[in-house]
């Protein structure tokens, strides 16, 4: 008599699980945008009449109720990492010239960043990382611009912070094997190549598995939006004019994030639509 074998119903379980879970993107942990269905992201933080790259800027956006913050962050002459777009610090202090990278943490943080934007910034100076990510932990996400490839050191600091899933990191699709470091030393983070033109899109996905994409109006349109929604990536795309007549064409196309000079001006048109 040949006798009937069931699969045992824990194995069922168990494979059921596993489905669920790799069909999780991290993405999901990503909070709704607070506005709309559009993330806004504020560009080197909220500095409309405030320094930029400031802790003021970044308190502004979180106040104001962005999604997330830019920041642009370099390596100091002692090995500590700070946020200041430019490679060096001639725009920003009166009076002084020189390379980032030249300076040291202390040296930095004598210079006076908000003396020409008015008395009420005279205590505003270049931020750390640290200090960036105290401010900004479970209030709002960081877009981590990554201006050179420390990884591992930058990563050290964000996990001490426990913000690896609050964090995108900006890095150019040319730099793969940086962006394939990231994902090799840390899983749950969430790496945000530019893959230039459209025709790009795929290649990156194959290569490199992210769960979201960086671009700007160069480089959208209805067609990039259609192949990064098929591969189920998000999209977060650097205005251009930063008019509402652009913001409505990039919505429009189904674009998840704008990174933006006005955050306040943005929110007030995606609230008032």
């Known amino acids: 008599m ?3 074998s ?8 168990l494979v059921f699980f596993i489905i669920i879970l ?3 993107s991290t993405t999901s942990n990503f909070p709704k945008p607070k506005n709309g269905n559009t993330y806004v992201i504020a560009h080197r933080g909220a500095h409309k009449n405030i320094p930029e790259n400031t802790l003021a800027a970044y308190q502004k956006a979180i106040d104001l109720g962005c999604d997330f913050v830019e920041i642009d962050v370099r390596k100091t002459k002692d090995g500590k990492f700070v946020s200041i777009h430019n490679s060096t610090i001639d725009n920003y202090v009166e009076g002084k010239t020189g390379k980032v990278k030249d300076f040291t943490l202390t040296e930095l943080k004598e210079m006076n960043i908000g003396k020409r934007f008015g008395p009420e910034w005279e205590n505003e100076r270049i931020p750390t990382l640290k200090e960036i990510l ?17 990884v591992k050191e930058i990563l050290d600091i964000v996990k001490n912070f426990q913000m690896e899933e609050n964090i995108v990191w900006y890095i150019p699709a040319s730099e793969i094997e940086v962006i394939k470091v990231l994902k090799l030393i840390c899983p749950n983070c969430l790496p945000m190549p530019d893959p230039g ?6 290649i990156v996905n194959s290569e490199i598995q992210p769960k979201i994409i960086a671009t700007d109006m160069g480089e959208l349109n209805a067609d990039y939006m259609k192949i990064a929604k098929s591969l189920k990536l998000k999209v977060f795309v650097d205005e251009d004019e930063g008019t509402e007549p652009e913001w409505q064409k990039i919505i429009e ?3 998840d994030g704008i990174q933006t000079d ?4 943005l929110i007030n048109y995606l609230n008032k639509n």
């Open 22 to 24: 790799s069909s999780c």
């Open 197 to 202: 033109p459209k025709e790009n899109i795929k």
């Open 134 to 150: 105290e401010l900004c932990k479970d209030k709002i996400g960081i877009y981590l611009d990554l201006k050179e490839p420390y």
């Open 253 to 255: 196309w189904g674009t």
């Open 6 to 13: 069931y699969f045992p119903i824990k194995y069922l379980i």
């Open 2 to 4: 040949v006798t009937k």
């Open 262 to 265: 006005d955050p306040e001006k």
